[in-house]
């Protein structure tokens, strides 16, 4: 009897310490469910069935305040995905979360005050609050079996700076300042709404944008059914990127949501602080968090940095440069480094009919892998071709460009956030009075022609002298420029007839001998780009 009596004190006394541990570290669940007749004590938390996710009290990184949220319930530390009173933070460890007698869902101070509420619009008898393993917080209404009888409010309708799997971001295209997206925290440390919002841009092409404030700071291009057509990671990473959906559901409201799923590990999308979008993924087994993607992720990204009809790529020094017929509109501060003020055309368009009723065509230079600019129109036709008529019988379409997946765009004005992409990105056609055109596309046949000449001459060089069809063949490239018009001008009379000028046969011709005649060994990386 004196042994098992022993037993019995020892298991309470540790049956309390236990108890008053798990009292001070939050080690308390309390089930999936939350009954009206329940509270939730600061230490206590609400857990998913599935174990994947929980709800109780936490404090930032260097921050004693306490705010309710939601969290990885698996991973350490506490990773949170949801805040409840973002605003209103309690100061010490004492508040509690309850449903009140109206079936709203509160969180009270140590003085019994409500510091964040629910606020349903219309009262519930019975009310039970869960947490749902998608990460989602549930208040319903439910009959005295506990059948749901409707859903009175959920987490996933009012974001913080997260987005999970299943959860849906929407706009109305009828009120475009209106829709649900996410707002950054202030800082690590601070889960009050920051300066930066993640939304969709309802416009007649969809896309999603960050916002700084009321500037934008990064948009993602079109959505073109699978993908966004400034974003070239969804094709190189389709594996971590695919899931994306961006439909406009039977209300007319525009929806984007990213739903991929795995059993394998976790993924969020997060805008922090600094306004960067981030792809972030847990492989289930592994102790930390990677990046799978981010935007913005270079300075090209951000919005606008070369300012209108300004073109950025990474690649080129300065990363600004204006587009072809075009020169810096304040040229001192341009050659400064303030890109914002952009370019202007170097020479008007001429868009106008001849006497008979044909057009004066402008012509159009194509530039490839290009992010498109801001705010296309788009237009129901069948084919690039008939894209191309489209912008050229409008004297305001000023661009034209052509995806399958989209079909054709155009654009009038200025144009905005060009960037010249390294991988994706499409063809885009801009248009160029006729004298501009052709001054650019003669400075790129001099660039082929010095290749030709490397080609042609590589085996002759070598031994110290040109082989005579080089001779010919220089002659008659001299002949050509001044006797042929440039044959790529849109309306070009040969190019309509589709047949070339007789002088670019025979210079093919000679090519083709010279080529035989010549050991291509030293060239052929040359001739294969």
Known sequence: MGINNTAKIAAIVAFLLFANLCYMQTCSAIGTILATNNTIKDGDTLVSGGEDFALGFFSPQNSTNRYVGIWYNKIRPETIVWVANRDTPLAESSGIIMIDV??????????????WSTNISTSAKIAHAELLDTGNLQLREVDSDNNTRRVLWESFNYTSDTILPSMKLDADPKRKDTGLGLTS????SDPSPGNYSFRIDPQTLPQVVIWDGTDLHWRSGPWDGRAFLGVPAMDEYYLYLNGYNLIKNYEGMIEFSCDYFSASFYSRYVLDSLGMLKQIMWVKGKTSWFTAWSAPDTECDLYGRC????????????????LKGFEPKYSGEWNGGNWSGGCVRSKPLKCEKNGNGSWKRDGFLKMEKIKVPDLPVSLAVGSLTECEEKCQKNCSCVAYAYDNMIGCMIWGGDLMDIQQSAKGGVDFNIRLPASELEIHLRRGRKLEEKTIVTVVGEGEAKRGRRPESFLILWILLQIGLKEETPAPVVGEEAAKRGRRPKSFMVIRLLLQIDLKEETPAPVAGVCSA
């Open 307 to 322: 300012g209108p009809n300004g073109r950025c790529s990474m690649s080129s020094s300065p990363i600004c440069n204006c």
């Open 185 to 188: 925290w202030r800082s690590p």
């Open 102 to 115: 109206n079936g709203d869902l509160v969180i009270l101070d140590g003085r019994g005050g409500a510091i």
